[in-house]
């Protein structure tokens, strides 16, 4: 069966939410006056559609997402669950294992991945299958997210030049044939090697 958060997961977050649980502290200071973020208050709260695999059936639960407001300038943000992603409706444990089913495997396919043992999750009403495209975009999104939270990292792959950063990777190769552009090569590159290294900062 594929990775996901289950009902069980969201309820008890959506618990935490109702009992007022949901705390700021964990949140980077303001990007916009660098105001701590123990100062932040709750702004609004938003309520969000996630999919999650039940028996190989896609199925939608909602829980309710805080958002908290910088007291210093009013900027707005939103405290993600460790079961999501910022703008994805599926959850982070499958994304994370089907982009990674794909990245660690030389020879698979976009068409390949999306296929398990029991077959390719399916919407409960439509019938429409997990489409091939949702994992080029997650593994996009993932490459991106790594970056985002590794600044150092970040910093000196923006500053050096294409062969230096293609050191940085070390022993870690993708195939020809699992990209047709430079950005994309580096993007499977970043992911593998974050699945290889068991990375796993907050990608929030």
């Known amino acids: 069966m594929p990775l996901t958060a289950t009902l069980e997961d969201i309820k008890a977050y959506q618990q935490k ?3 007022d649980k949901i705390s700021p502290h964990h949140l980077p200071p303001c990007s916009r006056c660098s105001v701590d973020s123990s100062y932040f208050k709750i702004h609004a709260y938003r309520q969000r559609r996630f999919l999650i695999i039940i028996e190989m059936l896609i199925k939608a639960a909602y829980c309710s997402l ?8 009013g900027k707005t943000f939103t405290f993600y669950p460790d079961f999501t992603i910022p703008h994805k409706h599926y959850t982070r444990q499958t994304i994370e294992s089907f982009s990674r089913a794909y990245v660690e495997n030389d020879q698979k396919t976009y068409e390949d991945a999306v296929m398990t043992d029991d077959g390719v999750p399916e919407r409960a009403v439509s019938g429409r299958t997990l489409a091939p495209s949702s994992i080029h975009r997650w593994i996009g999104t993932l490459a991106g ?3 985002s939270n590794q600044d150092a990292l970040k910093k000196s792959f923006q500053e050096k030049g294409a062969a230096q950063r293609c050191r940085r990777f070390g022993p870690i190769t993708i195939p020809e044939k699992k990209y047709k552009t430079f950005n994309r090569r580096q993007c499977l590159l ?3 090697w974050f699945f290889k290294n068991q990375f796993s900062p907050s990608l929030q």
Do not use: M, Q, Y
């Open 66 to 73: 805080v958002r908290f407001i910088c007291p210093g300038c």
């Open 145 to 147: 997210l790594i970056l």
């Open 190 to 192: 970043w992911c593998r």
């Open 17 to 19: 939410v109702e009992k």
